[in-house]
Nanobody, 121 residues
Framework: QVQLVESGGKLVQAGGSLRLSCAAS????????MGWFRQAPGKEREFVAR????????KYADSVKDRFTISRDNAKNTVYLQMNSLKPEDTAVYYC??????????????WGQGTQVTVSS
């Protein structure tokens, strides 16, 4: 079992930066790939970024590539999402998830409750 708690979401102006954190409980955290997903009102949940269990592999959605960076600290049971050059279209609830190294929602077994990111123009 893994429990996930996101933090760091807030209102920010376009062009600004935020760092989201996802704290995990459970001794098996380091054995899971971790992903960040987001869901805007009226839209489906979409893949943002993922990182392998050791952190050696990462993958990003085209919409955030070169602006967002995912990282993890297995000693702290925490995964991060550094978001730079934010755009209004990045506004969404951001979720972290633990599961298989995949861009598919269905491949992740554990989810946090989400944290709201709002980017004003």
């Amino acid at each position: 079992q893994v429990q996930l708690v996101e933090s760091g979401g807030k209102l920010v102006q376009a062009g600004g930066s935020l760092r989201l954190s996802c704290a995990a409980s459970g001794r098996t955290f380091s054995s899971y790939a971790m992903g960040w997903f987001r869901q805007a009102p009226g839209k489906e949940r979409e893949f943002v970024a993922r990182i392998s269990w050791r952190g050696g592999s990462t993958k990003y959605a085209d919409s955030v590539k070169d602006r967002f960076t995912i990282s993890r600290d297995n000693a702290k049971n925490t995964v991060y999402l550094q978001m730079n050059s934010l755009k209004p279209e990045d506004t969404a609830v951001y979720y972290c998830a633990a599961g298989r190294y995949s861009g598919s929602v269905s491949e992740y077994n554990y989810w946090g409750q989400g944290t709201q990111v709002t980017v004003s123009s």
